[in-house]
């Protein structure tokens, strides 16, 4: 089945090709970053999490929403949706992937890894964090590939991948859960020491991941002629329409709670990524890009219905750049800025340190290229 | 003797694997049977006394030679295990408009706190850090991944990361501590390999006026315990449910 | 099928001509030879387990010291203080001589050093 990934046209190829690149670029900056340290990157004693956490953060947030488009055809039977679940599997194994590639990227002696698992310790969340991920990679696996597979042979999928699937979606909202405890549960770090940080990890995962699910849809209609219907990504930007509109509520409703109270700790936070400092006005543009930026997605979906495609791909790019942003690189800069200690330190990523990002970027691009392919190749092909 | 120092071994060794476990229950039996004589180590630093002598950094020094703490240039790499901050930084939610220019030249010492219910020893994924049974929280160097959890727990900035290899940045090696590796995080350690040897922790012994005073909190008749008795202390965050062992003293 | 077969006698052409070669020239396999302390007979276990197991012994020490806080060591040679740099270092004082021999034969990198001192009588020579 997996050959017919690697069959293609010259496009497809240097596309592949452009890929390993990037990769090999990210992996021997990685190289560079064992043998100095992190301190090549921009992270420091104060901005200890930097790019690589961001995204960590955010890839799992695009890795669990794959459940929306796996609750309704499961639970809901809309069978509509039978055509791009398997898409929705085949981007949450990718990005599951990329969760894991930054974590390893993030460890000061990766070589110690497997210490998670020799001295497990139900008392740290990213133990937690750990299990619930590599769990989620293994559903998405099996599911993915199983009922792939019997859709090829023309068969029934098997009979214990429905209790899988019914499994993966409560695991769908965990590993999103988890990590929104891994910051939430911090004393030390008032901006994410909230309860709503996980439900607002929640709706904005589910605003940017099935965006990105929109774009991948166009682009392989574009590309391989591959064409899903109009109505599936219609119900899909619905979706995102509504899991925008409690981001927005909820992201409002945090603003009003640490303004009208008035605590310092907790303001502090907000008017440095609001209004910046005297010296450190670094985070402003992304701060008030994101925000506004999910306003005007919001409202472009709810008037997309009646437009053409162009404007649904355009909100879903808005949509994904601004939950980066908010929850991926403000959130994770914001939280160490102020520092205990009231200083307001800069915290700029490294050549190296965007290398090795755009890197793992590219080893997941390569996955879900060559799952996509053979998955249209084999649509194509009947 | 100590039952406590002994580590017996002998001869289980040669039989193999499955002796590792025999090995250490028996070591944690013996670790046990010690708990009613835990220490609870504490430290004071008296204001007053640490302001006489401007500029003087004594204890830093001291603490930082003994240690092998690097001294890095770029201030983002710096590593520390015990350093001054203004009054302000350190308690901020304890300044008002009179002490901001009462204070204002008043630098505070800090360093690891040693919380008796420590934010940072739950994060930790790999249980490289904890809390022993003298209540210092300590960190296995080998056992450390790196992966920063602790750092963004702590709510007092007490860790540092080794973001490069430290060695070169250290002016000369104490040959009698180790150093550390690039990507582990270090921070103090309350001198746990002097206090077992009966020695005074390195700041407190270097401070020329007696500044800090060390003992077990666990023992009234301690110089501690009668000073907190009779001082007005204070503690950093102490909202934050940590309840640190190091106070201040007015 | 030819070719298969072919290919598998390269491979342990290949795969023998460094055992053939020491057998041409009557050389033997090279032996890491280590330099003992001379005056002393006996490390804190006996030399079958030191030879066989030190690693372990190490781990042992290691986590008795570092996480148990247990700072002495009893076994039938005697009380031993748990120090790799103190005790360890102080009789095999030559780490090249010692250490190294096996491990670079063997292609182990111990991380010992990168934070263990040699102690300055070691380190002078």
């Known amino acids: 089945m997996i050959e017919k990934a690697f069959k293609g046209t010259i496009g497809y190829w240097l596309w592949l090709c452009f890929l390993s690149a990037l990769a090999l670029a990210g992996f021997i900056s990685y190289l560079r970053q064992l043998d100095i340290g992190l301190g090549i990157t921009g992270m420091g004693r104060d901005v200890s999490w930097g790019l690589y956490i961001a995204n960590f953060t955010f890839f799992v947030g695009i890795a669990a929403s794959s459940v929306v488009v796996v609750l309704p055809y499961y639970l809901h039977d809309y069978k509509k949706f039978g055509d791009i679940i398997i898409l929705g599997e085949f981007l ?10 930054f974590i390893l990227v993030d460890l000061g002696v990766p070589s110690r890894v497997l210490n998670v698992l020799i001295y497990p310790s139900p008392s740290s969340l990213l133990f937690w964090d750990m299990v619930v991920l590599t769990g989620y990679l293994i559903l998405n696996i099996v599911i993915g590939w199983w009922s792939f597979d019997a859709k090829v042979k023309e068969i029934e999928p098997p009979i214990w991948i429905k209790p899988l699937v019914y499994i993966s979606i409560p695991w769908a909202i965990s590993i999103h859960t988890v990590t929104a405890f891994i910051y939430s549960g911090l004393s030390a770090k008032p901006l994410w020491h909230t309860a709503l940080l996980a439900p607002r990890f929640l709706a904005s995962a589910f605003a940017s991941g099935p965006s990105v699910l929109i774009v991948l849809c166009f682009i392989i209609r574009r590309w391989f002629g591959f064409n899903i219907e109009r109505d599936v990504i219609k119900k899909i930007a619905i979706i995102v329409t509504y899991a925008l509109s409690i981001h927005i509520f ?14 310092p700790s907790h303001k502090s936070h907000f008017e440095f990524l609001f209004l910046g400092v005297p010296g450190n006005r670094f985070l402003i543009p992304w701060t008030w890009g994101s925000t506004v930026g999910a306003i005007i997605a919001f409202v472009l979906f709810l008037i997309s219905h009646k437009k053409n495609d162009s404007l649904v791909i355009f909100a879903s790019i808005i949509t994904v750049v601004s939950i980066w942003l908010e929850k991926g690189f403000c959130l994770i800069i914001g939280g160490f800025v102020p520092t205990p200690f009231e200083e307001y330190p800069k915290y700029v990523p490294t050549i190296f340190e965007l290398f090795i990002t755009l890197g793992i970027y590219a080893a997941g691009g390569l996955i879900l290229t060559i799952l996509y392919k053979t998955v249209v190749s084999f649509r194509q092909s009947k | 003797m100590n039952r406590r120092d002994f580590l017996k071994i002998t001869g289980i060794l040669a039989i193999g694997a499955a002796s590792h476990q025999t090995a250490m229950i028996l070591l944690s039996s013996e670790v046990k049977g010690d708990q009613a ?3 609870r180590w504490a430290m004071a630093i008296s204001f007053s006394a640490c302001v006489k002598r ?14 092998n703490v690097p001294e890095f240039t770029d201030n983002k790499d710096k590593i520390q295990w015990i350093w001054s901050s203004h009054y302000e930084s350190v308690f901020g939610e304890q300044t008002n408009m009179f002490t901001k220019g009462m204070l204002k030249n008043l630098s505070i010492l800090c360093l690891c706190n040693h919380c008796e219910n420590p934010p940072c020893v739950k994060v930790c994924p790999t249980k490289a850090t904890w809390k022993n049974k003298d ?8 056992r450390c991944i790196g992966c920063r959890y602790c750092m963004a727990a702590c709510p007092y900035d007490a860790r540092s990361f080794n973001w490069k290899d430290p060695k070169p940045f250290i002016k000369e090696i104490n040959r009698d501590f180790p150093t550390r590796a690039k990507g582990v995080v270090e921070k103090c350690n309350f001198c746990e390999e002097r206090i077992t040897q009966g020695l005074l922790p390195a700041c407190v012994e270097a401070c020329p006026e007696k500044a800090l005073t060390f003992g077990d909190l666990n023992d009234p008749e301690s110089d501690i315990s009668r000073l907190l008795k009779t001082r007005f202390s204070i503690q950093r965050k102490p909202h934050l449910g940590t309840d640190p062992k190091v106070f201040y003293l007015f | 099928m030819k070719k298969i077969i072919l290919g598998l006698i390269l491979f342990l052409l290949v795969a023998f001509l460094p ?3 020491n057998i041409y020239t009557g050389k033997k396999a090279y032996i890491p030879v280590i330099k003992a302390p001379e005056d002393k007979k006996e490390c804190v ?3 079958f387990i030191m030879r066989k197991r030190h690693n372990i012994v190490l781990e042992k020490w290691r986590d008795a010291s570092v996480r148990h806080g247990i700072k002495k060591y009893v076994s039938l040679n005697g009380t031993y203080k748990i120090s790799l740099t103190g005790t360890c270092l102080g009789c095999h004082s030559d780490k090249t001589q010692f250490c190294d021999r096996c491990h670079d034969y063997a292609g182990v990198k111990p991380r010992c050093w990168d934070c263990h001192n040699i102690p300055d009588k070691v380190a002078e020579k």
Do not use: P
């Open chain 1, 92 to 101: 949450a194994v990718s990005s599951v992937v990329v969760t894991i590639l």
């Open chain 1, 250 to 263: 909820f992201m409002l409703a945090e603003i009003y709670t640490v303004l009208y109270s008035d605590l």
């Open chain 2, 37 to 39: 004589k835990k220490k």
């Open chain 2, 54 to 67: 401007e500029g003087c950094r004594d204890c830093i020094d001291n603490c930082h030679l003994i240690h």
């Open chain 2, 135 to 142: 209540g210092i929280i300590m960190i296995d160097y080998h």
């Open chain 3, 19 to 21: 055992l053939g070669y």
């Open chain 3, 45 to 47: 276990e006996n030399v």
